[in-house]
Structures are given as C-alpha cells and as structure tokens.
C-alpha cells in the first residue's frame, strides 16, 4: 500500500470515528459550559471540549483565556526590547540571539504563503521561520517577543500558566512578524494584486513556540531574575 492510500485510509477511519458520538464525554470541561465535549457529538474526537473552546484552545493556547492584545503588550515589549538592547554583550543574550539566528539557517528555502497547503504543522513552522529570513526581521525582536510573553504572564492577576499558552502566545507574535505573500502585477487602475495571509492558529504554532523557547529560555531567565542591567 502507497503512503497516499494509507493516508486516505487513516482519514477516512478518523472521519468515521468522529462520526460515531460517545455519550461518555457529555460536558465539556470549560467551568460553566453545558455544551458535550465534541468526542460525544457526531463533530470530533476532542474528549475534553466543545467545538467552541476546542476551536479557541486552537487558536490562543487556552480554552478560555484569550489572547493578550497589541495594546496590552506594547509596554510589556518596550521594557524587553529596552533590557537586550543594555545587555546586548551578555552572553545569554548573544547565545539566545544566536540561536534565532540558527533557525533562520536551519528552515529551508523561503515558500511562498499560498504554496503552504498540504505541509505538515512542523514544516509550515519551518516555512514561517523562513519568511522572517527573508523579511530580514532582526533576530532580537524575534528575542523579544519571549520576554514580551514572560512579562504579561507574570503581571497577570489571572494568568494561564501552562506552557502550551505561552509558546502559542509568542508565536502569534512571530507569526505576525513574518507576514505573508504579497505581490503586484501591472501597473495603475488595472494592477492586480494578492495578499496571502497564513492562518494563525493549531500545531504550527506550538511548533514556533517551542523553537522560540528553545532559543530564548536562557536569555529569560536572566531577565526574569534582573540579574543584568535595566
């Protein structure tokens, strides 16, 4: 049998398992939600939650807790990108910035946003990876968004502390950072244009997010600890 037909295969016995509801998992596990877990529908194999906050989960690394805002992070990010700039001779700082750097080498050819479909999460991580390469985002920025998350976490009277929230957190960041496609053909009133976002959400992100950490966990526990100058 061909890798595509055991594919097939195993898509369509997944798709036939979520088909068939499992009155075991009747309650989603979200406090207050009296919607059945999706495994107990005819919509999914999720256990522990409903559409809805399975589809959030997806998207903000938390079933209930969602992303933190631009605004919310901006003074968050100032003070991080203040503290690399003062320490930018510490060598953690160096190592973390250094290892950015890596993975910039390490993702493979740039690909366009709308050649993505079909890629696994792992490779479209990569991809992302790629297009700040080519975007020539500065690898201290990329840096920063991990010390951006590590301080909203921590001021955060009613933070989420598992990592799965933190890694997606700071890959949406990253994620925006690196864009998408965007071309232009012709001239004046007849130029036609695209625009190709990729989407944000799912195990690309968590992908992004344990390379990021990866990369910069040394570097924040420096900062957490103020060890350096601020």
């Not at 919607?35 to 522990?48: E, I, V």
């Not at 991990?146 to 502390?161: F, H, K, V, Y």
Request: aromatic share 8%; proline share 3%.
């Amino acid at each position: 049998m061909t890798n595509w037909a055991k594919k097939r295969e195993r898509k369509n016995e997944v798709k036939a398992r979520a088909a068939e509801p499992s009155h075991m998992f009747r309650h989603c596990r979200v406090v207050g939600c009296t919607k059945p877990a999706r495994a107990g529908t005819d919509d999914g194999l999720d256990t522990r939650f409903c559409r809805m906050h399975s589809d959030h989960l997806a998207r903000h690394g938390s079933a209930y807790k969602r992303s933190y805002t631009a605004k919310e992070l901006t003074p968050y990010r100032k003070t991080a990108v203040a503290w690399l700039e003062l320490n930018a001779d510490d060598q953690w700082v160096r190592n973390a910035i250094d290892r950015v750097e890596t993975l910039y080498r390490a993702a493979g050819p740039h690909i366009e946003a709308f050649r993505l479909r079909g890629l696994s999460p792992e490779a479209r991580a990569k991809a992302a990876w790629a297009r700040l390469r080519k975007a020539a985002v500065e690898p201290r920025q990329v840096v920063a968004v991990w010390l951006t998350i590590e301080l909203a976490i921590q001021s955060d009277p009613q933070r989420e502390s598992k990592s799965e929230f933190k890694r997606v957190q700071a890959a949406k960041l990253v994620h925006r950072m690196a864009s998408g496609t965007h071309k232009r053909w012709g001239d004046g009133a007849s130029a036609k244009e695209l625009h190709v976002f990729p989407r944000s959400r799912g195990q690309v992100l968590r992908h992004i997010g344990k390379d990021l950490e990866g990369a910069a966990e040394l570097a924040a526990q420096r900062f957490e600890r103020r060890e350096l100058f601020l």
